[in-house]
């Protein structure tokens, strides 16, 4: 009889299925979860064993080999196994890719799955009484110099003294004047004495109840209310208890003052996981984290996959935030998994906001989620006065109105800073007539129209319909209908004009693309050395910045004629995110809002800084037209070095998708494919496909049919394709 085993292997391929293979006798014992390395073609992939059987569809002697088994345990413990699989399916993605994903680098690369941890080097009772003089060997003097006023330093901090450091720290031990300490002592952690008011008591309180099994919060607390200090408290009682907390911040908002005060009040178990780290740094962090060396895990999107030895609470801070969103490979939604995980893990999930995203919002409407509110600022501060600026009126010039200009002028005088906020999030040409607000709009759906510049038309993305673009305003025949958005671009160039001597610096992601470039930037902008900070939504996360009492908003009515539903819900979002944070308690400053149409209950509800009665009736127009969170969305886009290749490809996913047995069921809805708002992209023509459906079951049975087949699909080699489930860009 033959006993041969065979290990069905997930590997980081685009293909929706695992591989088989055999285990050679003498290769050692293999488990699910182990990662293995394996031929394949003419390479070697690390992949994840997902299942052990004793046949394959695959003739024996065509198996191939196994060349390497990498772990002795399994990565995962079963609960995130399962919970990663799931994940596969619910993005429709492969379970290889997602795997892949979810393992920090180091892991993919074949290292030890436990990382070496950091020696930390310190003296010893004979180094202190020891008076040696080092004539003749100057690093070792400067580091026994260092540890005497130092109780530990490590391998980094010793780099910094000499190029020899290695070689004098060996002489030192083996004098035995130093020794070596594995893991550091928890440096006693600081709790200042805050008096919390009954919101927060409230918040911790109903928290620390649901320790020990899932509930999701969403704490809706405007900047300074202190959301952060009712983390730390509900994380030292999870401490306290022996188990972990994981912390996710958005990418920009981890920053080192976030990390010093994480650690001073928690102590220095904390692992850091972000994306400027090194491969080993993450591998430390996440093996520190995995195996209960770390009792906190402060880190950005991915670090949702980091596996814990005793979970016990997830805090999502700015959970609205769309850097939680991935936007290519596995465009998982890091907020959304993580609830997941924290039902699979019996443990609560605290979302963290000054503005909850609506998904949040009508969970807690349907009283999927609780909602826990802080509603002062313990610090005192008074939100700023938000003032329109009604550019049917006042004209602009490249961007900026005279009342803006004058506004500015004023606070240079004064020496206190602007800023001055370009919406680029959701943005889309679309047509507008300037003089009297009018946009063009699709005859056949409630959608705008968007402006093609490569053939001068425009296109409804819903339902593909064309027309061309008007030289005239339909409404007032006024000749000044322009693609909205343009003019900003050069808004940096206008104020340099307008204010020469003024030290200004510019903060969005071209600006900041080098590796410490924003760190440097922010500071200046956070130090008062700038007199004007000019930007995109980068400036509205994260930030505290003081100085700054003047908020312009230049082109505020993009939220409103963007194709992208969500585009209002960004905007209001961003407005109270950038007018939150600046201002001191002193002076609370000023936000200069430049728009078409002042009189939009958008404006006045802002200007009351009314989110919850913001998102009571925007969700109730997302109910009458059928939007995210009442259907689910799921956007297939294909793109092509030709033209026409990703549409030719997405009209055969239509058809198939209308051919499926599926596709009879109630709500659900394909629409035709249609190209991308902005069309072309690095050399790219780009097209989308966008199904909806009143639930998810039907969607998911469709994409499960659907997803196979476009695979196999001859086109599918053509174009590169792919699926967003819950997307949250509409281009
Ligand atoms: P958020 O996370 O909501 O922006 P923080 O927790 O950072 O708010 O709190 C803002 C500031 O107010 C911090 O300096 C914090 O230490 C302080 N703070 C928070 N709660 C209290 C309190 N109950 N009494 C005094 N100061 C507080
Ligand atoms: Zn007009
Ligand atoms: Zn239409």
Known sequence: MDTTTIIAVALPVPLRRSFDFKVPSGLGPVRVGIRVRVPFGRRRLIGIVVNIKDSSDIPLQRLRDVAEILDSEPIYSSTLFDWLQWIADYYHHPLGEVLNTALPVALRQGRFLHAKQILYYRMTRLGHEAHPEFNRAPVQKRIWHALHSRPLLSPSQLAELGKSWRSALGKLIDNGWVEIVKVPPTSPSQEPHLKFNREQTQAVESISASLGSYKCFVLFGITGSGKTEVYLQVIRQVIGSGKQALVLVPEIGLTPQLVKRFEQRIGSRLAVLHSSLSTTERHRSWSAARDGTASIVLGTRSAVFTPLLNPGLIVIDEEHDLSFKQQEGLRYHARDVAVLRAKRESIPIVLGSATPSFESMANVAQSRYDLLRLGA???????????????????????????????????LNTKEQSLIFINRRGYAPVLFCSACGWQAQCKRCDTKLIYHRIDRKLRCHHCGLEDPSPEQCPDCAATSVVPLGEGTQRLEDRLRQLFPS?????????????????????????????????????????????????????????????VDFRATEYLFQQIMQVAGRSGRATSPGQVLVQTVHP???????????????????????????????????????????????????????????????????KGLQIMDPVPSPMEKRAGRYRAQLLISSHSRPPLHALLDELVPRLESHDLARRVRWSIDVDPMEMY
């Open 502 to 562: 003024a030290n200004i610096v510019r903060i969005d992601r071209d600006s900041t693309r080098r590796k410490g470039e924003l760190e440097q930037r922010l500071s200046q902008a956070t130090a008062g050395t700038a007199d004007i900070l000019v930007g995109t939504q980068l400036l509205a996360k994260g930030h505290h910045f003081p100085m700054v009492t003047l908020v312009g908003v230049v082109d505020a009515d993009q939220g409103l004629y963007s």
């Open 377 to 411: 600022r313990p610090l005192g501060a008074h939100l700023p006065r938000i003032d329109y600026v009604d550019l049917r009126r006042i004209p602009v010039e490249q961007g900026m109105s005279r009342t803006l200009i004058d506004a500015i002028a004023k606070r």
């Open 599 to 665: 009189d939009h209950f958008h404006f006045s509800l802002l200007q009351n800084h009314d989110y919850t009665r913001f998102v009571e009736i925007a969700l109730k127009e997302r109910e009458r037209a059928q939007h995210p969170p009442f259907t689910h969305f799921v956007l297939l886009r294909a793109e092509s070095t030709k033209t026409g290749v990703g549409l030719l490809f997405l009209e055969e996913a239509r058809k198939l998708a209308i051919a499926s047995k599926d596709c009879r069921q």
